[in-house]
């Protein structure tokens, strides 16, 4: 019995100590001055909301969610962390606490909702067909027996699946927009924005919009439910960069257009 405590104290001892360097960790690592740090999971193949470059606003992390991120950081006082991972994980990663907050050009769902807390929206999106400048395609029900390609996880696959299309899926936009230009699919169904920046950097395409098939989606940040605290951070950093027009501005610096599609409160 006595070997059993002096067994046990001796792990409590080690597990206190572990607790104890795990904080100094912690604390080491943000900036002197800072009041933490909230480390932010994406998927950097959304340009331009998210990607990677020699030098990022964020480490190598560039693009409009980048820049918000940072400035959600700077208006709290807080370090920001960027882990980039597989669009499909980010919301698990959230759930078991490897991030604090989802920012990844993500659109509010219902089903998405019945696993983590939405902040207020930041932007406004919808799906478009990208096709090459020939194509017949002028209308959603015009892809019934086409080659559609979509990306693995996004709204843009939901949207199709619930047409009950067949398709085919990829888990970056560079390889769908390949399949496009290499004339091996006919259509690529892909949130607005970031089809206007593939048309933009590739010969021949267009896109083609069909507002009755498509509706307006909403970005916004996820935090793991019920983390209110930092809810309520990152909504007031947003209220203040639609009011000052910071969204605006970022959205006009990453894709050269004005209007940013942000919602009409930052007007
Ligand atoms: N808005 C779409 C969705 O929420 C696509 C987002 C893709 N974002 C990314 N960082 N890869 O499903």
């Not at 409590?12 to 002197?32: H, I, K, P």
Request: hydrophobic letters at 35%; a negative charge; aromatic letters at 8%.
């Amino acid at each position: 019995m006595k070997k059993f405590t002096k067994v046990l104290s001796t792990v409590v001892a080690a597990a206190l100590m572990a607790v104890t360097f795990t904080a100094c960790g912690d604390s080491s690592s943000t900036t002197e001055g800072k009041n933490g740090t909230i480390k932010f999971g994406t998927n950097a193949e959304f340009t331009p909301f998210e990607y990677v470059v020699s030098k990022g606003v964020i480490g190598e992390f560039d693009g409009i969610d980048m820049a918000i991120a940072k400035q959600i950081g700077d208006d709290n006082n807080k370090d920001v962390k960027i882990e980039n991972m597989e669009f499909d994980s980010l919301l698990v990663a959230l759930e078991n606490g490897k991030v604090d907050a989802v920012i990844a050009g993500m659109t509010v769902t219902d089903e998405r909702k019945e696993k983590v807390d939405f902040s207020d929206s930041y932007y406004n999106a919808k799906q478009v067909m990208i096709v090459k400048e020939d194509s017949s395609i002028s209308k959603a029900s015009d892809m019934a027996d086409k080659k559609i390609v979509v990306i693995q996880g996004y709204t843009g696959e939901v949207c199709v699946k619930d047409l009950g299309y067949s398709y085919q899926s990829f888990k970056k936009g560079t390889e769908a927009i390949m399949e496009l230009v290499n004339g091996k699919c006919d259509v690529v169904v892909i949130d607005s924005v970031t089809a206007e920046k593939y048309v933009k950097d590739n010969k021949g395409l267009k896109i083609v919009e069909d507002n009755k098939q498509f509706e307006n989606e909403e970005y916004a940040i996820a935090v793991k439910k019920g983390n209110k605290d930092l809810l309520d951070e990152i909504n007031k950093s947003i209220k203040k960069m639609k009011e000052d027009g910071k969204i605006n501005e970022f959205a006009a610096k990453y894709s050269d257009v004005t209007d940013s599609g942000s919602s009409s409160e930052s007007k």
